[in-house]
T-cell receptor, first 113, second 112 residues
Framework: GQNIDQPTEMTATEGAIVQINCTYQ??????LFWYQQHAGEAPTFLSY????GLEEKGRFSSFLSRSKGYSYLLLKELQMKDSASYLC??????????????FGRGTQLTVWP | GAGVSQSPSNKVTEKGKDVELRCDPI?????LYWYRQRLGQGLEFLIY????????KSGLPSDRFSAERTGESVSTLTIQRTQQEDSAVYLC??????????FGPGTRLTVT
């Protein structure tokens, strides 16, 4: 099974750096994803980690520690448009069930001017 | 190119009626997923289609829910005898493989 935990809400100031943490408990771990979801819109893909370490993509970076069941999403140089919900999702399974993702409840980030 | 599309965008139905939700995936994407998102909640996996393999139906909450997919194209999610707890946004996603999933805009279902 899986148990994905992330903070419900966070706030930060424009230009700042924010780190959104995600912890999980799962069997058959096969990758961790971060998605961004603006209010009333569909989620959009941000990052993917399957090995330990940091993946950097522009202003966004994502880190994974499989032994600790822990990931974080780091957002730098925050902009107002970064105000959204950030969803942590874990892929679990083998073979025909490999594509299934389990999502956390999301962290609502508000960026203030 | 065109993204994932879903119809209808909004559906209001009376308790006990059947509803059918449609998803048109991105052309060429072999994998298709249905999720449900209740207000203030995370995405809940419902069902997963991968090519011609048997679908993974393990997330369907009851036998009132069913889904079909025609080859690697359109999918329909059917909810029979709708209940108020079925009210949610139903999201469809498609993927060319096992990485990024591309989501549609969702269908907001309200059961009165």
């Amino acid at each position: 099974g899986q148990n994905i935990d992330q903070p419900t809400e966070m706030t930060a100031t424009e230009g700042a750096i924010v780190q959104i943490n995600c912890t999980y408990q799962t069997s058959g771990f096969n990758g961790l994803f971060w998605y961004q979801q603006h209010a009333g819109e569909a989620p959009t893909f941000l990052s993917y980690n399957v090995l330990d370490g940091l993946e950097e993509k522009g202003r966004f970076s994502s880190f994974l520690s499989r032994s600790k069941g822990y990931s974080y999403l780091l957002l730098k140089e925050l902009q107002m448009k970064d105000s959204a919900s950030y969803l942590c999702a874990v892929r679990e399974g083998r073979g025909s069930t490999l594509g299934r993702l389990y999502f956390g409840r999301g962290t609502q980030l508000t960026v203030w001017p | 190119g065109a993204g994932v599309s879903q119809s209808p965008s909004n559906k209001v139905t009376e308790k006990g009626k059947d509803v059918e939700l449609r998803c048109d995936p991105i052309s060429g994407h072999t994998a298709l997923y249905w999720y449900r998102q209740r207000l203030g909640q995370g995405l809940e996996f419902l069902i997963y289609f991968q090519g011609n393999s048997a679908p993974d139906k393990s997330g369907l909450p009851s036998d009132r829910f069913s889904a079909e997919r025609t080859g690697e194209s359109v999918s329909t999610l059917t909810i029979q005898r709708t209940q108020q707890e079925d009210s949610a946004v139903y999201l469809c996603a498609s993927s060319p493989g096992l990485l990024e999933q591309y989501f549609g805009p969702g269908t907001r279902l309200t059961v009165t």
